[in-house]
Each structure stands twice: as structure tokens, then as C-alpha cells.
Nanobody
Framework: QVQLVESGGGLVQAGGSVRLSCAAS????????MGWYRQAPGRQRELVAT???????NYAESVKGRFTISRDNARNTVYLQMSSLKPDDTAVYYC???????????????WGQGTQVTVSS
């Protein structure tokens, strides 16, 4: 089994910064893409940022220039540094990872349980 555990959420004032972490553990042969998504109350889950094992990065337009995604492949961990936070960034943030459990199995997408980020005005 594969588990993704997020940490680092909380309450922060507008203009502040927060760093989220997501560590994957369990039966892992390799990880392709890792990413962050968020879901605000009453809204659909949306992409925040993704990064591939080759280093290709993609950001939602709403977070470009404010958020930075990075990963530590040796630790199977992805990070999201969030700066210049706005109340509109308030949401539950979820990480995901495309995991291959051994050399002969296909990629499977796993999700973390989510971590709340609340930005006060």
C-alpha cells in the first residue's frame, strides 16, 4: 500500500507564508508526477501546481509568482511554498502522486488526506 501524508497547514494572515509538505511511503518503485490541488467550500477541486520526475513544473495562473513547488526525490516528498497569501487561497490542500509499485505495474494515482489552510484578512 502507498500512503501520502500532508503537513504544514494552519491559520495565517493575508500576506503571510506557509510551507506544505507531502511525504509518500509504502511500496514504491518510482514516482512520476507529484502535485498539489485545493478545494474551497462549495467549489470543485482545482490544480495548484504539479512537478514531474524530470523537473517539469506547471502552476495555476492564480498562484504563479506566489507559490513554489519543489520535490525531494530521495525522500519521495513534495513541497509547496506559499507566499503573499490571500483569503481566496483558503482551502483544503491535497497532494497526489503517480506511483509505480514495481517495475511491471502501471502508474496509479494516490491522494493524501488533505490539510486545511485558512488565510485571514
Amino acid at each position: 500500500q502507498v500512503q501520502l501524508v500532508e503537513s504544514g497547514g494552519g491559520l495565517v494572515q493575508a500576506g503571510g507564508s506557509v510551507r506544505l509538505s507531502c511525504a509518500a511511503s509504502g511500496t514504491i518503485f518510482s514516482i512520476n508526477a507529484m502535485g498539489w490541488y485545493r478545494q474551497a467550500p462549495g467549489r470543485q477541486r482545482e490544480l495548484v501546481a504539479t512537478t514531474t520526475s524530470g523537473g517539469r513544473i506547471n502552476y495555476a495562473e492564480s498562484v504563479k509568482g506566489r507559490f513554489t513547488i519543489s520535490r525531494d526525490n530521495a525522500r519521495n516528498t513534495v513541497y509547496l511554498q506559499m507566499s503573499s497569501l490571500k483569503p481566496d487561497d483558503t482551502a483544503v490542500y491535497y497532494c497526489n502522486a503517480e506511483v509505480r509499485k514495481d517495475v511491471s505495474t502501471p502508474l496509479y494515482l494516490y491522494w493524501g488526506q488533505g490539510t486545511q489552510v485558512t488565510v485571514s484578512s
